[in-house]
């Protein structure tokens, strides 16, 4: 009887732990949980006027714990077409402006279409903002240890905003980032406002 029991256990065991593993970030990134718009609670607006984008956006505060200080710096020079804010080590949002070029995420999704290093999956596709996660395809020997090498995968976003006609690039460093920070990234870009 005990046995029969403990045999009982261990499978409802082995279930439990099974279906823990077989939990991939994939099951976290439904569309719709990708980005809440309406949940910027850890979120703090910054304006950009003085950098020479007519816009607000909406950058990570304190509480948003992406490890460290969150002071917002952003980096400009004055004449140029490029701007990175960085909050704390690990946020760094890519900013250019691209003038009246309207079609940036479409360009984006045909350039990601013919990699040949990566596999691409898109974790968000919309119109003008795309989540995409690149994994490296490994190509070697037969012969090789399925235990050799180590998977590489990245995540990162791409957007485009238009403020006052000037089409805007907002994108992740090109090394890309955790499926965390990009998901902020994401939000940051969503609220992306022209102001007058």
Same mark, same amino acid.
């Given at each position: 009887?005990?046995?029969?029991?403990?045999?009982?256990?261990?499978?409802?065991?082995?279930?439990?732990?099974?279906?823990?593993?077989?939990?991939?970030?994939?099951?976290?990134?439904?569309?719709?949980?990708?980005?809440?718009?309406?949940?910027?609670?850890?979120?703090?607006?910054?304006?950009?006027?003085?950098?020479?984008?007519?816009?607000?956006?909406?950058?990570?505060?304190?509480?948003?714990?992406?490890? @460290? +200080?969150?002071? /917002?710096? &952003?980096? !400009? *020079?004055?004449?140029?077409?490029?701007?990175?804010?960085?909050?704390?080590?690990?946020?760094?949002?890519?900013?250019?402006?691209?003038?009246?070029?309207?079609?940036?995420?479409?360009?984006?999704?045909?350039?990601?279409?013919?990699?040949?290093?990566?596999?691409?999956?898109?974790?968000?596709?919309?119109?003008?903002?795309?989540?995409?996660?690149?994994?490296?395809?490994?190509?070697?020997?037969?012969? @090789? +240890?399925?235990? /050799?090498? &180590?998977? !590489? *995968?990245?995540?990162?976003?791409?957007?485009?905003?238009?403020?006052?006609?000037?089409?805007?690039?907002?994108?992740?460093?090109?090394?890309?980032?955790?499926?965390?920070?990009?998901?902020?990234?994401?939000?940051?870009?969503?609220?992306?406002?022209?102001?007058?």
């Amino acid at each position: 009887m005990v046995i029969k029991q403990l045999f009982v256990f261990f499978c409802f065991l082995a279930l439990f732990l099974s279906s823990c593993d077989s939990y991939t970030e994939s099951n976290d990134l439904e569309t719709n949980n990708i980005i809440n718009e309406e949940d910027y609670y850890e979120f703090k607006g910054v304006s950009l006027k003085e950098y020479a984008i007519p816009a607000t956006i909406m950058l990570p505060d304190e509480t948003a714990n992406i490890g @460290a +200080s969150t002071v /917002v710096e &952003v980096l !400009h *020079k004055e004449g140029d077409f490029l701007w990175d804010i960085l909050v704390g080590p690990n946020f760094s949002l890519h900013i250019e402006d691209f003038g009246d070029r309207i079609n940036m995420v479409e360009n984006k999704r045909q350039e990601l279409e013919v990699e040949t290093l990566f596999r691409v999956e898109y974790l968000l596709d919309e119109k003008d903002l795309i989540i995409y996660k690149k994994t490296l395809i490994v190509k070697g020997s037969t012969k @090789a +240890s399925p235990k /050799v090498g &180590v998977e !590489h *995968k990245s995540f990162h976003v791409y957007g485009q905003k238009i403020s006052r006609g000037i089409t805007y690039e907002l994108r992740s460093q090109d090394s890309g980032s955790s499926l965390e920070i990009i998901k902020l990234m994401a939000k940051s870009i969503k609220s992306f406002k022209t102001v007058e």
